[in-house]
């Protein structure tokens, strides 16, 4: 190969590798870098995650400091009672690659960088939101009661045991009043909400989601 060629080669690999080497996209900027470890982990692809950390370490080295990518995982619900070495969905480790936590860890992200936030903010509040939501897991319950009041994404629920309370994060299109409705809810002891009956007499009620992993 000529001198020439070899140094037309060379330059166009110094101008084009931070986006690709052999065929490998590596991503320019720590945002980039940031999402691209959050998909890869919700495909299941660990290795591919590990490579954007150890890239970002190259761009951003103080935030890869803060980053681990056990920091992506969260507790397994299906355990919080009793460690299970048989459960399915952690195999006993007792956490969990969980992608409806990530997809909100990523929205939270990619929200603040649009509105301007350095990258460093950004995901600084993108994962205390996650890590807010994180702690609630083990917090999840079994429900069972029957729709006596619809709203918007919501139900207010009156259970098998005459309590009644208010479900969050709900599908709400098809559903009527006095169909039995059963599943997995988080509390919201934040989010009291006010029940009005059909006598028109009020009184606040306790507030639960089906989705942990919206922002109310």
Known sequence: MKKWMVLILMGATAASGVNNFFGIPILAEPKDDINAIIQNLIQGEYEKSGEHLRHLATTAPKLAKSIKLSDFTIPCADCAAEKDPDCEACNGRLKVIDSPALDYLQYKFDSAIEEGEKVEVAWRDAKKAFDIRKKQVPGRKVFQGTII???????????????????????????????????????????????????GKSKTVKTYTLNLWWDY
Not at 175 to 198: E, L, R, S
Request: glycine content about 16%.
């Open 149 to 199: 009041q619809i709203g918007q994404d919501a139900f207010v629920i009156k259970g098998v045991e005459g309590d009644i309370f208010n479900l969050m994060g709900c599908v709400t299109a098809g559903a009527q009043v006095g169909q039995p409705y059963v599943g997995y809810y988080w509390p919201m002891p934040k989010h009291p909400y006010t029940y009005t009956d059909g006598a």
